[in-house]
């Protein structure tokens, strides 16, 4: 239940819904006698919030501190596995094409092909439900396991968990299957903007012997902090994909399912 209700809250304070129904209802207000003044300023409110988190770079503020966070290793040896988090698999298309449709995510997938050949000892992991409200056709852990095959790594290599919905199913159930040993190492693989909570939750599940491996950058460094977007339409998106994982940290924290606020490589 906590997990349906997290996904329709969310619904109604995602920033820009919230700014275009601020829009709506002021406009509407602005028809009413008595609330006409207060309705246009609602509705001002609400363009002038979809023009500075869609045109500045407000967005990439938020971003770039959760990028910045763990930087990748210098070195690939030793590992006993890699772990790849669920994100990168359009779960409604594959179930309804019948093969592998993948999100802007998805370089969670296609880095294991490089990643495979460079630790070949190492088993791939896939953690990743179907993480929708309404259950469709296909669940990630299937669309990863026909593109893991189709770069030729033998299925004796390939681990496929596929009941997740969250991060924090992901670090449980993918412990449970694995019950890795303290002594064991992990190359942990998600997108930089989602790994300070990935190894947070992740370490607070109980795991040991984790080496955070950032991919999915959506910016191309600091520089980025002063760089408008030319689309209204693509800022939105990558303000509503960091306020969300900003909100993530907090109710994980909260929640205790985390290590850290802001967990970080310096623990």
Known sequence: MQYYLSKILY?????????????????????????????????????LGLLICGFSPAANWLILPLEERYPRPQTLSGFDGIIVLGGAVDTIVTGGRGDTALTLSAERL??????????????IVHTGGQGMIVPNQA?????????FSDFGIPPERILLEDASRNTWENATLTRRMLDPKPDQKWL??????????SMGVFEKAGWTGLTAYPVDYRTSGASDAALPFYGVSKGLRRFDVAFREW????????????????????G
């Open 11 to 47: 619904f109604f304070i995602e920033p820009s819904n919230v700014l275009v129904a601020l829009v709506l209802i002021g406009l509407l207000m602005s028809f009413a006698t008595k609330r006409g003044t207060f309705g246009r300023g609602l509705a001002l409110t609400g363009v």
């Open 247 to 266: 909100l993530g940290l907090f109710v994980y924290w909260l929640s205790g399912r985390t290590t850290a606020l802001f967990p970080g490589p310096e």
């Open 139 to 147: 669940t990630e852990a299937e669309g990863a396991g026909r593109l």
């Open 110 to 123: 296609t880095i294991v092909a490089r990643l495979a050949q460079q630790m070949p000892e190492a088993v």
């Open 188 to 197: 942990l693989v998600t997108s930089a903007y989602h790994m300070p909570r």
